[in-house]
Nanobody
Framework: QVQLVESGGGLAQAGGSLRLSCAASGRTFSRYAMGWFRQAPGKEREFVAAINWSGGSTYFADYVKGRFTISADNAKNTVYLQMNSLKPEDTAVYYC????????????????WGQGTQVTVSS
């Protein structure tokens, strides 16, 4: 497992932007895939986006496609989620997760999780 620490959450207005960061430590990540999930109050945790650390392949949920981007800085062992054109329905706690295999959209496939960071979008 790896240790993951998210940052960058906060309050934004609808149409605004936020960038989340996930700093990873504890293992080598060349074969890891990193994902972002989110959980809104009263709802199940859902997949948002994922990236293969080494190859840079990415995958996005339909509800964020075209608005969110995901990137990785190998030198800093940090993964970013750039969120643009935010909507009130993007309000949730956002979690970073890692798995020592390729990209997956399934929560159960990830074995390392951060503590989460709150994102609140006002209308």
């Amino acid at each position: 497992q790896v240790q993951l620490v998210e940052s960058g959450g906060g309050l934004a207005q609808a149409g605004g932007s936020l960038r989340l960061s996930c700093a990873a430590s504890g293992r080598t990540f060349s074969r890891y895939a990193m994902g972002w999930f989110r959980q809104a109050p009263g709802k199940e945790r859902e997949f948002v986006a994922a990236i293969n650390w080494s190859g840079g392949s990415t995958y996005f949920a339909d509800y964020v496609k075209g608005r969110f981007t995901i990137s990785a800085d190998n030198a800093k062992n940090t993964v970013y989620l750039q969120m643009n054109s935010l909507k009130p329905e993007d309000t949730a706690v956002y979690y970073c997760a890692g798995r020592p295999r390729g990209i997956s959209t399934l929560e159960r496939d990830y074995d390392s999780w951060g503590q989460g960071t709150q994102v609140t979008v006002s209308s």
